[in-house]
């Protein structure tokens, strides 16, 4: 199974809003990941965990905050976004063998968010 | 330094050409250079990988083909098919770095 399952699979949030993404993979992977994807363009990494800890945050705004309550599952807080923000916010995973991380990263589907 | 440069941006082939989608970059550091596929309203998956120790990589009816010296590597996909209509997307990794660095992406339509 090399799934990664992401939920909601729509969000629409009004800027004052707090919401949270949510996902979850079963491959005992230990490195998961966020990414931040515009149309047309590349995914842009937002922040890595590597064994339950954040690894790297490439200086995401504060009103993204990660969190990663157990090696499973992956959170990403949502608070005062922008309209700016609006994007398909993509969850990852690898096997995230250290030192070596240049394993297959598995994606889920991702969640399309609109900010208003 | 960081960057991989993928073209063409988008590309337009009939049904059972070879489509082909150029990467450069310019860190020697790199070592593991995955594609990956992405269809409309879904994550990329990965689709092929090299390493520089070997010059070609063949999966089915995608080769990847790589050019260490000139820091170029390519991908080939052989009697294309409407369903491999997609975006595509070179990356570049380095032992250690936890991360990808994407190209731009390229628009691949197959008409039938």
């Known amino acids: 199974d090399t799934e990664v399952t992401q939920t909601p699979k729509h969000l629409v949030m009004g800027m004052t809003n707090k919401k949270s993404l949510k996902c979850e993979q079963h491959m005992g992977h230990r490195a998961m990941y966020w990414y931040k994807q515009k149309a047309k363009k590349p995914p842009e990494l937002m922040f890595v965990y590597s064994y339950e800890k954040l690894s790297i945050n490439e200086s995401v705004p504060s009103r993204f905050s990660p969190e990663c309550p157990n090696s499973s599952l992956l959170n990403l807080h949502l608070h005062a976004l922008q309209p700016e923000d609006s994007a398909l916010y993509l969850c990852?995973?690898?096997?995230?063998?250290?030192?070596?991380?240049?394993?297959?990263?598995?994606f889920g589907p991702g969640t399309r968010l609109l900010v208003l | 330094q960081q960057q991989v440069k993928q073209s063409p941006q988008s590309l337009i082939v009939q049904k059972g050409g070879i489509p082909i989608i150029n990467c450069a970059y310019e860190n020697t550091a790199f070592d593991y250079f995955p594609w990956y596929q992405q269809f409309p309203g879904k994550g990329p998956a990965l689709l092929i990988a090299i390493r520089p120790d070997v010059s070609e990589k063949k999966e089915g009816r995608f080769t990847i083909s790589f050019n260490k010296s000139a820091k170029q590597f390519s991908l080939h996909i052989m009697d294309s098919q409407p369903g491999d209509s997609a975006t595509y997307f070179c990356?570049?990794?380095?032992?250690?770095?936890?991360?990808?660095?994407f190209g731009q992406g390229t628009r691949l339509t197959i008409n039938p």
């Open positions: 990852a995973s690898s096997q995230g063998v250290a030192p070596d991380f240049r394993e297959t990263q598995y």
């Open positions: 990356a570049a990794s380095m032992a250690g770095a936890q991360k990808l660095v």
